[in-house]
């Protein structure tokens, strides 16, 4: 009997959850229900485990989905905002930035599968040194409206694929609509990534290991969108999720 692989999701946080009113998980099922979907088993992991923990949710996972949510903390990637930039940024949750940022350093140290998306992208670049735009409107107001909330399950602008990236073989061409609910974005590219995707006003919608650092793991897309939020009115979406799924499949044979 075939074991579909166990991938690990990261949630978002409420400070006042509607139970019993204490700090809490948040998570918008279409992420595992797009993992389930492709053929994973989606297992949701707490915000505030110790190193220790994390480590060990790494080593029986066979990837990591980074997920959506709250902004990054800015003094992860900036030294000093002026006061018209800070007001731009919503609460941040240090707890979770520092969950996440332990999680990526330790599915790194033991090469798993990683699919990050929105915040888990910007996340990402930063955990490595890279920058963020930390609002679009305001440093970079020629920008498209990215801030599309009113159509999150819709296709808004179109992205310009990398010939040889892994959103070009998903979808077998160099153009790509997508939807776009984010009011931040990468600027400066850590290494070792690179820029896969761009929308047509310069935003990074993808960033992938460059060249030879792609032995640093058997799978790694970051991506600015919400494919899962596409997959239903949009079904070629799935096909993200299951390369996902199936990297992590080959990762679970591997570990047996």
Known sequence: ???????????????????????????????????AAAGGLPWVMSCTLPPSAIAETVRRCDGVLLTGGDDVQPK???????????????????????????L????????????AICRGHQLLNVAFGGSLIVDIPTQRPKALNHTRTD??????????LEPDSVLAQVFGRLTLGVNSTHHQAVARVAEPF??????????????????ADRRLL??????????????????????????????????SKRSV
């Open 1 to 35: 009997m075939k074991t579909a692989p166990l991938i690990l999701i990261s949630p978002s946080t409420q400070r006042r959850g509607p139970e019993f009113f204490d700090y809490s998980l948040s998570l918008s099922d279409a992420y595992p229900r797009a993992i």
């Open 104 to 115: 990526i350093q330790e599915l790194f140290r033991q090469r798993k599968p990683l699919l």
């Open 76 to 102: 992860l990637y900036a030294s000093r905002l002026s006061p018209r930039i800070k007001k731009t940024v919503s609460a941040a949750d240090p707890a979770r930035d520092l969950s996440e940022m332990l």
């Open 194 to 211: 690179r820029a896969t995707a761009v929308s047509p006003d310069g935003i990074i919608e993808a960033l992938e290991l460059d060249g």
């Open 151 to 160: 159509l999150k399950d819709r296709i808004v602008h179109d992205v310009k």
């Open 218 to 251: 058997p799978y790694l897309l970051a991506v600015q969108f919400h494919p899962e939020r596409l997959i239903d009115r949009h079904p070629e979406f799935l096909g993200l999720f299951r390369g996902f799924t199936e990297a992590c499949a080959s990762q």
